[in-house]
C-alpha cells in the first residue's frame, strides 16, 4: 500500500462518530419549527447531542418511556401532537432526548396519554409498602439535568404525594405556568433558594421557607442559584 493510501485508510478510521447519529439531519431541519411547542432550545446543539449520545444506560430515559407509552396506545407523533396541543416535530424531539421539555408540556404529553405526570417516572417495580427505600425511589430526569424528580410515597391511589426534587441553577419548571387538579400544595425549600410564582404573585423563597396554596391556580419556579436547589412538594390528593 502507498504512502498516500495508508495516510487516507488513516483518515478514514478517524472519521467522528457523529456522522452514524440517526436523524441528525432531520433534526436540525426540525429546529425551528420544534421550537412551535413553546420550548427554548440550547444554542449549542452540537454538545447537547453528544452528551445525549453518552448517557449511561443506568440513568432513567425521560424520551424513551413516553415513546414506549405512545407505541403502547397505538398512537402516532401527529396524534398525540393533536391531542396535546405540542407541535409533531417537538415531540419527536422529546423522545429523542433532544429538547428540554417544561413541566407544563410533560403535563400535556401525559394528559394525551390519560396518564398522571408520575406514570414518566422511573424505577424498579417493587411491592406496595409503607417504607419507600432510597435506592427504591421512582425518579424522573430531566434531559439536560436541570432537575430531577424522586417520589417519596409508594403509591398513587393514597391521599398524598411528596416528591423531593433537585433543581440545579437556572433550572426549573419552564417558561409556561402550570397547574394540575389537587386541592392543595405545600412546598418546603430544603437547601437553596427557590423563586416561586402563583397566579400573579411572586415570592423568593430561601432555605427553610415553605409555601401553600391551592394547585389549580397556575404556578411556576426557578432555582436563582447560585447553587443546587432541594426542594419537598407535598399534594393532596395526587394528581402532579
Known sequence: MSSKNRQEAREGRNESPMQDIPDQGEMLEQEESANDGNEKHSPDGGQDLIQVMVTTLSEPDLGATIRRLRESRQLSLKEVAARSGLTQSFLSQVERNLTSPSVASLRKVALAFGVPLTALFQGPVMPENRVVRRNERKQLIHPRRQWSDYLLTPSLTGKLQVILSVIEPGGGSGDEPYAHDSDEECVIVLRGRLEFRVGSDRYMLE?????????????????????????LWITTPPSY
Open 207 to 231: 432555605e427553610g421557607d415553605s409555601i401553600v396554596f391551592e394547585s389549580r391556580i397556575p404556578h411556576w419556579n426557578r432555582n436563582p442559584g447560585p447553587g443546587q436547589a432541594e426542594v
